[in-house]
């Protein structure tokens, strides 16, 4: 694009619409990207899609992460592992026999 300063074929080229389409179409990216088809699908031809490599999903594993009502095991209040949230803990203020020992 320089040398279209000393040379005038250069310069007529260079201010045409068809320069202007060319500079866009061999942008250096766009080149990359075309080439890179070839190498792409040539990689990917060579992986064997086969089913058995993925494992069996389970389910019921993430059945095991909630609780009776359906919250996560450490946030449902129904559930006695969820601790100091479990309704039946004697610690959780919404039980009868919760007794508050701080003073207001």
Known sequence: ?????RVD??????HSAFAGVANIFFFPPIVMLILSFGYINACI???DFDETVYPEVDFQQDRDW?????MLREF???DPSSGALWIGNPLNPLNGAYINRHSS
């Open 1 to 5: 694009m320089i040398l279209s300063l």
């Open 9 to 14: 074929a250069l310069a007529i080229f260079y």
């Open 45 to 47: 031809g060579q992986i």
């Open 66 to 70: 909630y609780g009776p009502s359906g």
């Open 76 to 78: 449902d209040p129904l």
